[in-house]
Protein backbone atom coordinates (compact mmCIF):
# COMPACT_ATOMS: atom_id res chain seq x y z
CA UNK A 1 0.00 0.00 0.00
CA UNK A 2 2.96 2.37 0.92
CA UNK A 3 4.81 1.63 -2.50
CA UNK A 4 1.65 2.48 -4.35
CA UNK A 5 0.91 5.14 -2.66
CA UNK A 6 4.69 6.59 -2.62
CA UNK A 7 4.37 5.80 -6.77
CA UNK A 8 1.06 7.70 -6.93
CA UNK A 9 2.96 11.20 -5.42
CA UNK A 10 6.11 10.55 -7.27
CA UNK A 11 4.05 10.53 -10.67
CA UNK A 12 1.93 13.40 -9.63
CA UNK A 13 5.19 15.44 -8.97
CA UNK A 14 7.03 14.40 -12.22
CA UNK A 15 3.72 15.53 -13.67
CA UNK A 16 3.43 19.12 -12.21
CA UNK A 17 6.86 19.21 -12.58
CA UNK A 18 7.10 18.92 -16.42
CA UNK A 19 4.36 21.44 -16.72
CA UNK A 20 5.99 24.37 -14.99
CA UNK A 21 8.88 23.37 -17.40
CA UNK A 22 7.26 23.18 -20.53
CA UNK A 23 4.75 26.00 -19.49
CA UNK A 24 4.58 29.03 -21.37
CA UNK A 25 8.02 28.25 -23.75
CA UNK A 26 6.86 29.69 -27.19
CA UNK A 27 3.82 32.08 -25.91
CA UNK A 28 1.34 28.82 -25.40
CA UNK A 29 0.60 26.97 -21.93
CA UNK A 30 1.77 23.36 -21.84
CA UNK A 31 -0.67 21.05 -19.82
CA UNK A 32 0.24 16.99 -19.72
CA UNK A 33 -3.07 15.39 -19.14
CA UNK A 34 -1.86 11.23 -18.93
CA UNK A 35 1.06 9.44 -19.41
CA UNK A 36 1.64 6.06 -18.65
CA UNK A 37 5.24 6.52 -17.97
CA UNK A 38 7.22 9.85 -17.67
CA UNK A 39 11.04 10.41 -17.93
CA UNK A 40 12.45 13.67 -17.59
CA UNK A 41 16.27 13.86 -18.80
CA UNK A 42 18.88 16.53 -18.57
CA UNK A 43 21.62 16.34 -21.45
CA UNK A 44 23.66 19.64 -22.15
CA UNK A 45 21.44 21.86 -20.33
CA UNK A 46 18.59 20.28 -22.31
CA UNK A 47 15.26 19.27 -21.02
CA UNK A 48 13.63 16.77 -22.76
CA UNK A 49 10.80 14.73 -21.67
CA UNK A 50 9.44 11.25 -22.88
CA UNK A 51 6.47 9.88 -22.60
CA UNK A 52 5.23 6.56 -23.17
CA UNK A 53 1.57 4.87 -23.10
CA UNK A 54 -1.76 6.84 -23.91
CA UNK A 55 -0.09 10.38 -23.96
CA UNK A 56 -2.40 12.81 -24.18
CA UNK A 57 -1.35 16.58 -23.66
CA UNK A 58 -2.34 20.36 -24.80
CA UNK A 59 0.02 22.97 -26.40
CA UNK A 60 -2.50 25.79 -25.95
CA UNK A 61 -5.91 24.98 -27.35
CA UNK A 62 -4.23 22.20 -29.49
CA UNK A 63 -4.74 18.86 -28.29
CA UNK A 64 -2.43 15.95 -28.63
CA UNK A 65 -2.62 12.34 -28.06
CA UNK A 66 -0.36 9.47 -29.07
CA UNK A 67 1.33 6.29 -27.89
CA UNK A 68 4.80 7.88 -27.68
CA UNK A 69 6.02 11.57 -27.25
CA UNK A 70 9.55 13.45 -26.62
CA UNK A 71 9.62 16.60 -26.12
CA UNK A 72 12.38 19.02 -26.13
CA UNK A 73 12.45 21.87 -23.72
CA UNK A 74 15.12 24.22 -25.71
CA UNK A 75 14.55 23.37 -29.03
CA UNK A 76 10.92 23.83 -28.46
CA UNK A 77 10.21 20.73 -30.43
CA UNK A 78 7.76 17.65 -29.93
CA UNK A 79 7.74 14.59 -31.83
CA UNK A 80 4.99 12.22 -31.84
CA UNK A 81 4.51 8.61 -32.59
CA UNK A 82 1.97 5.60 -33.04
CA UNK A 83 -1.91 6.57 -33.52
CA UNK A 84 -1.29 10.45 -33.04
CA UNK A 85 -4.08 12.57 -33.26
CA UNK A 86 -4.32 16.17 -33.21
CA UNK A 87 -7.51 18.45 -32.60
CA UNK A 88 -7.25 22.16 -33.22
CA UNK A 89 -10.41 24.39 -33.88
CA UNK A 90 -12.20 22.45 -36.65
CA UNK A 91 -9.34 20.45 -37.66
CA UNK A 92 -8.61 16.62 -36.67
CA UNK A 93 -5.49 15.26 -37.81
CA UNK A 94 -4.31 11.49 -37.54
CA UNK A 95 -0.80 9.82 -38.25
CA UNK A 96 1.72 7.56 -37.82
CA UNK A 97 4.53 9.98 -36.36
CA UNK A 98 4.16 13.93 -36.08
CA UNK A 99 6.52 16.54 -35.52
CA UNK A 100 5.56 19.97 -34.07
CA UNK A 101 7.66 22.93 -34.45
CA UNK A 102 5.90 25.44 -31.37
CA UNK A 103 7.87 28.53 -32.61
CA UNK A 104 7.20 28.35 -36.19
CA UNK A 105 3.88 26.49 -35.49
CA UNK A 106 4.13 23.88 -38.23
CA UNK A 107 2.90 20.08 -37.72
CA UNK A 108 4.63 17.72 -40.28
CA UNK A 109 2.72 14.86 -40.96
CA UNK A 110 3.95 11.17 -41.96
CA UNK A 111 2.38 7.88 -42.53
CA UNK A 112 -1.52 6.81 -43.00
CA UNK A 113 -2.00 10.38 -42.99
CA UNK A 114 -5.82 11.87 -42.68
CA UNK A 115 -6.93 15.57 -42.00
CA UNK A 116 -10.57 16.00 -41.80
CA UNK A 117 -12.44 19.21 -41.23
CA UNK A 118 -15.32 19.03 -39.59
CA UNK A 119 -18.19 22.41 -39.95
CA UNK A 120 -20.76 23.16 -37.46
CA UNK A 121 -23.13 23.03 -40.13
CA UNK A 122 -22.50 18.93 -40.41
CA UNK A 123 -20.51 19.58 -43.84
CA UNK A 124 -17.01 18.04 -43.41
CA UNK A 125 -13.89 17.53 -45.94
CA UNK A 126 -11.54 15.33 -45.27
CA UNK A 127 -7.78 14.75 -46.89
CA UNK A 128 -5.66 11.73 -46.89
CA UNK A 129 -1.88 11.04 -48.12
CA UNK A 130 1.50 9.89 -47.21
CA UNK A 131 3.47 13.16 -45.89
CA UNK A 132 1.61 16.41 -44.86
CA UNK A 133 2.38 19.99 -43.66
CA UNK A 134 0.20 21.94 -41.65
CA UNK A 135 1.01 25.73 -41.01
CA UNK A 136 -1.23 26.48 -38.13
CA UNK A 137 0.07 30.19 -37.93
CA UNK A 138 -1.20 30.71 -41.77
CA UNK A 139 -3.66 27.90 -41.67
CA UNK A 140 -2.49 26.14 -44.86
CA UNK A 141 -2.28 22.64 -45.36
CA UNK A 142 0.05 20.81 -47.99
CA UNK A 143 -0.18 17.61 -49.01
CA UNK A 144 1.53 15.08 -50.97
CA UNK A 145 1.90 11.11 -52.16
CA UNK A 146 -1.19 9.74 -52.92
CA UNK A 147 -3.29 12.20 -52.34
CA UNK A 148 -7.51 11.58 -51.95
CA UNK A 149 -10.19 13.75 -51.13
CA UNK A 150 -13.70 14.10 -50.29
CA UNK A 151 -15.90 17.22 -50.01
CA UNK A 152 -19.46 16.11 -48.15
CA UNK A 153 -20.89 19.97 -49.50
CA UNK A 154 -19.91 19.02 -53.04
CA UNK A 155 -20.42 15.13 -53.06
CA UNK A 156 -16.93 14.70 -54.79
CA UNK A 157 -13.78 13.07 -54.37
CA UNK A 158 -10.34 14.20 -55.77
CA UNK A 159 -6.56 12.59 -56.01
CA UNK A 160 -3.44 14.09 -57.30
CA UNK A 161 0.16 13.76 -56.14
CA UNK A 162 0.02 17.13 -54.61
CA UNK A 163 -2.72 19.73 -53.46
CA UNK A 164 -2.31 22.85 -51.21
CA UNK A 165 -5.12 24.52 -49.19
CA UNK A 166 -4.82 28.10 -47.72
CA UNK A 167 -8.03 28.21 -45.00
CA UNK A 168 -7.91 31.76 -44.10
CA UNK A 169 -8.24 32.69 -48.26
CA UNK A 170 -10.57 29.30 -49.23
CA UNK A 171 -8.40 28.66 -52.07
CA UNK A 172 -7.01 25.25 -52.89
CA UNK A 173 -5.16 23.73 -55.89
CA UNK A 174 -4.19 20.10 -57.08
CA UNK A 175 -1.13 19.25 -59.49
CA UNK A 176 0.34 15.93 -60.72
CA UNK A 177 -2.33 13.93 -62.31
CA UNK A 178 -5.30 15.89 -60.16
CA UNK A 179 -8.98 14.05 -61.47
CA UNK A 180 -12.38 15.50 -59.50
CA UNK A 181 -15.41 12.82 -59.83
CA UNK A 182 -18.59 12.94 -58.30
CA UNK A 183 -19.57 10.90 -55.19
CA UNK A 184 -22.46 9.56 -57.32
CA UNK A 185 -21.12 6.99 -59.65
CA UNK A 186 -20.54 8.21 -63.10
CA UNK A 187 -22.05 11.22 -62.92
CA UNK A 188 -19.05 13.93 -62.90
CA UNK A 189 -15.20 13.20 -64.06
CA UNK A 190 -12.89 15.63 -64.74
CA UNK A 191 -9.05 15.32 -65.39
CA UNK A 192 -6.33 18.58 -65.78
CA UNK A 193 -3.19 19.32 -65.36
CA UNK A 194 -3.92 21.75 -62.94
CA UNK A 195 -7.48 22.26 -60.61
CA UNK A 196 -7.81 25.51 -58.43
CA UNK A 197 -10.86 25.56 -56.18
CA UNK A 198 -12.20 29.04 -54.82
CA UNK A 199 -14.39 28.17 -51.62
CA UNK A 200 -16.40 31.31 -51.37
CA UNK A 201 -17.54 31.33 -55.13
CA UNK A 202 -17.68 27.35 -55.21
CA UNK A 203 -15.87 27.44 -58.31
CA UNK A 204 -13.61 24.83 -59.57
CA UNK A 205 -10.93 26.03 -62.81
CA UNK A 206 -8.92 23.56 -64.59
CA UNK A 207 -6.20 24.15 -66.84
CA UNK A 208 -4.31 22.18 -69.40
CA UNK A 209 -5.73 19.16 -71.34
CA UNK A 210 -8.99 19.08 -69.60
CA UNK A 211 -10.72 16.13 -70.04
CA UNK A 212 -14.64 15.46 -68.44
CA UNK A 213 -16.69 12.90 -68.71
CA UNK A 214 -20.13 11.87 -67.65
CA UNK A 215 -23.18 9.96 -68.20
CA UNK A 216 -24.55 12.36 -70.84
CA UNK A 217 -21.57 13.58 -72.74
CA UNK A 218 -17.60 13.84 -72.89
CA UNK A 219 -16.03 17.23 -73.22
CA UNK A 220 -12.18 18.21 -73.83
CA UNK A 221 -10.51 21.74 -73.78
CA UNK A 222 -7.69 23.72 -72.51
CA UNK A 223 -9.65 25.53 -70.02
CA UNK A 224 -13.01 24.78 -67.85
CA UNK A 225 -14.78 26.73 -65.45
CA UNK A 226 -17.06 24.81 -63.69
CA UNK A 227 -19.06 26.71 -61.10
CA UNK A 228 -20.73 23.77 -58.63
CA UNK A 229 -23.48 25.59 -57.12
CA UNK A 230 -24.83 27.23 -60.15
CA UNK A 231 -23.82 23.85 -62.23
CA UNK A 232 -22.72 26.04 -65.00
CA UNK A 233 -19.56 24.81 -66.79
CA UNK A 234 -17.53 27.04 -69.20
CA UNK A 235 -14.95 25.17 -71.51
CA UNK A 236 -12.24 27.28 -73.35
CA UNK A 237 -9.32 27.13 -75.52
CA UNK A 238 -10.48 24.61 -78.58
CA UNK A 239 -13.26 23.01 -76.80
CA UNK A 240 -14.97 19.89 -77.99
CA UNK A 241 -18.13 18.07 -77.06
CA UNK A 242 -19.11 14.30 -77.77
CA UNK A 243 -22.49 12.65 -77.29
CA UNK A 244 -23.78 9.20 -78.37
CA UNK A 245 -25.63 11.49 -80.97
CA UNK A 246 -23.79 14.53 -81.72
CA UNK A 247 -19.81 15.85 -81.86
CA UNK A 248 -19.65 19.61 -81.64
CA UNK A 249 -16.85 22.40 -81.51
CA UNK A 250 -16.45 26.35 -80.99
CA UNK A 251 -14.91 29.27 -79.65
CA UNK A 252 -16.53 28.80 -76.47
CA UNK A 253 -18.82 25.89 -74.57
CA UNK A 254 -21.43 26.69 -72.00
CA UNK A 255 -23.24 23.51 -70.12
CA UNK A 256 -25.93 24.50 -67.88
CA UNK A 257 -26.98 21.47 -65.48
CA UNK A 258 -29.63 19.97 -62.96
CA UNK A 259 -27.70 17.42 -60.51
CA UNK A 260 -25.52 17.36 -62.72
CA UNK A 261 -27.66 15.93 -65.50
CA UNK A 262 -26.47 17.84 -68.60
CA UNK A 263 -29.98 20.16 -69.59
CA UNK A 264 -28.53 22.78 -72.29
CA UNK A 265 -25.62 23.48 -74.08
CA UNK A 266 -24.88 26.91 -75.76
CA UNK A 267 -21.97 27.17 -78.57
CA UNK A 268 -20.45 30.65 -79.30
CA UNK A 269 -18.45 31.55 -82.50
CA UNK A 270 -17.59 29.43 -85.10
CA UNK A 271 -20.01 26.76 -84.04
CA UNK A 272 -19.60 23.11 -85.52
CA UNK A 273 -22.66 20.39 -84.69
CA UNK A 274 -22.83 17.17 -86.39
CA UNK A 275 -25.19 14.60 -85.06
CA UNK A 276 -26.73 10.73 -86.37
CA UNK A 277 -30.19 9.63 -86.40
CA UNK A 278 -29.28 6.82 -84.39
CA UNK A 279 -27.59 6.47 -81.43
CA UNK A 280 -23.75 5.29 -81.84
CA UNK A 281 -24.84 5.92 -86.00
CA UNK A 282 -22.82 7.94 -88.37
CA UNK A 283 -22.62 11.61 -87.40
CA UNK A 284 -23.14 12.53 -91.32
CA UNK A 285 -25.38 15.93 -90.61
CA UNK A 286 -24.17 19.17 -89.75
CA UNK A 287 -25.14 22.62 -88.79
CA UNK A 288 -22.38 25.60 -88.54
CA UNK A 289 -23.16 28.81 -87.12
CA UNK A 290 -22.57 31.65 -84.94
CA UNK A 291 -24.35 30.53 -81.90
CA UNK A 292 -26.20 27.44 -81.27
CA UNK A 293 -28.11 26.45 -78.14
CA UNK A 294 -28.86 22.36 -77.52
CA UNK A 295 -31.63 21.51 -75.45
CA UNK A 296 -31.32 17.97 -74.41
CA UNK A 297 -34.00 15.27 -72.45
CA UNK A 298 -31.22 12.84 -70.84
CA UNK A 299 -29.12 11.63 -73.75
CA UNK A 300 -31.89 13.04 -76.86
CA UNK A 301 -31.66 16.18 -78.08
CA UNK A 302 -35.41 17.64 -77.98
CA UNK A 303 -34.17 21.09 -79.23
CA UNK A 304 -32.07 22.94 -81.68
CA UNK A 305 -31.62 26.60 -82.52
CA UNK A 306 -28.56 28.28 -84.60
CA UNK A 307 -27.94 32.10 -85.30
CA UNK A 308 -26.14 33.86 -87.64
CA UNK A 309 -24.13 33.16 -90.79
CA UNK A 310 -26.35 29.27 -90.60
CA UNK A 311 -25.27 26.56 -93.03
CA UNK A 312 -26.72 22.62 -92.47
CA UNK A 313 -27.13 19.43 -93.84
CA UNK A 314 -29.59 17.04 -93.52
CA UNK A 315 -29.66 13.76 -94.78
CA UNK A 316 -32.79 11.37 -93.39
CA UNK A 317 -32.67 7.81 -94.66
CA UNK A 318 -35.31 5.62 -96.37
CA UNK A 319 -36.65 3.19 -93.99
CA UNK A 320 -40.15 1.75 -93.19
CA UNK A 321 -42.88 4.50 -92.65
CA UNK A 322 -39.42 7.33 -93.56
CA UNK A 323 -39.10 8.58 -96.88
CA UNK A 324 -35.61 9.92 -98.25
CA UNK A 325 -34.88 13.20 -98.15
CA UNK A 326 -31.76 15.95 -97.90
CA UNK A 327 -31.63 19.46 -97.20
CA UNK A 328 -28.91 21.85 -97.47
CA UNK A 329 -29.35 25.38 -96.78
CA UNK A 330 -27.91 28.83 -95.90
CA UNK A 331 -29.33 31.75 -93.61
CA UNK A 332 -29.87 33.91 -90.40
CA UNK A 333 -31.85 31.22 -88.31
CA UNK A 334 -32.64 27.42 -87.84
CA UNK A 335 -34.91 25.75 -85.60
CA UNK A 336 -35.23 22.06 -85.32
CA UNK A 337 -37.55 19.68 -82.55
CA UNK A 338 -36.61 16.12 -82.08
CA UNK A 339 -39.21 13.63 -80.74
CA UNK A 340 -38.33 10.73 -78.14
CA UNK A 341 -36.90 9.03 -80.63
CA UNK A 342 -34.63 11.27 -81.39
CA UNK A 343 -35.81 11.62 -84.96
CA UNK A 344 -36.24 15.14 -86.67
CA UNK A 345 -39.98 16.19 -85.99
CA UNK A 346 -40.21 19.60 -87.50
CA UNK A 347 -37.24 22.17 -88.82
CA UNK A 348 -37.55 25.80 -89.80
CA UNK A 349 -35.24 28.18 -91.45
CA UNK A 350 -35.71 32.26 -91.02
CA UNK A 351 -33.81 34.87 -93.00
CA UNK A 352 -31.74 35.32 -95.76
CA UNK A 353 -32.87 31.61 -96.98
CA UNK A 354 -30.74 29.50 -99.58
CA UNK A 355 -30.71 26.43 -100.07
CA UNK A 356 -32.27 23.07 -102.08
CA UNK A 357 -34.30 20.19 -100.89
CA UNK A 358 -34.31 16.99 -102.56
CA UNK A 359 -36.70 13.75 -101.36
CA UNK A 360 -38.23 10.86 -102.95
CA UNK A 361 -41.48 9.32 -102.58
CA UNK A 362 -41.45 5.86 -101.35
CA UNK A 363 -45.11 5.42 -102.68
Same mark, same amino acid.
Not at 7 to 21: C, D, K, Q, T, Y
Not at 34 to 43: A, E, I, W
Not at 103 to 124: A, N, W
Not at 156 to 167: E, L, M, P, Q, V
Given at each position: ??????????????????????????????????????????????????????????????? #?? /?? !??? &??????????? %????? =??????????????????????????????????????????????????????????????????????????????????????????????????????????????? #?? /?? !??? &??????????? %????? =???????????????????????????????????????????????????????????????????????????????????????????????????????????????????????????????????????????????
Amino acid at each position: MRRNLTGSILSFFLLLLANLLLADTAGESFRLIHSDRLNLNTVQNEQILQLNGNVHFFYGKVE #FR /SQ !RAI &IWEKQKIARLY %DNVRI =STDTLTLVADSVAYYRVTEQLRLGGSVLITESKPDGTYRWFSCDNALYDKKQDRLTTWQKVKAYDKLENAYASCGYAFWDRKAGYAYMVEDPVVYGGTPDTLYIRAGRMEY #FE /SD !RKL &IATFDVQTNSN %DYRAQ =SDFLIYFLKAEKAVFTGNPKFFSDYSTAEATEFYLYLSERKLQRAELVDSCSVWFAEEQHGAQDNWVKASYVRITFNGDNIRHFVAEEMVTYYYLQSPKPRQDFFINTASGEYLEANFNEDNKLDRMEMKRNIRGKYVFKNKS
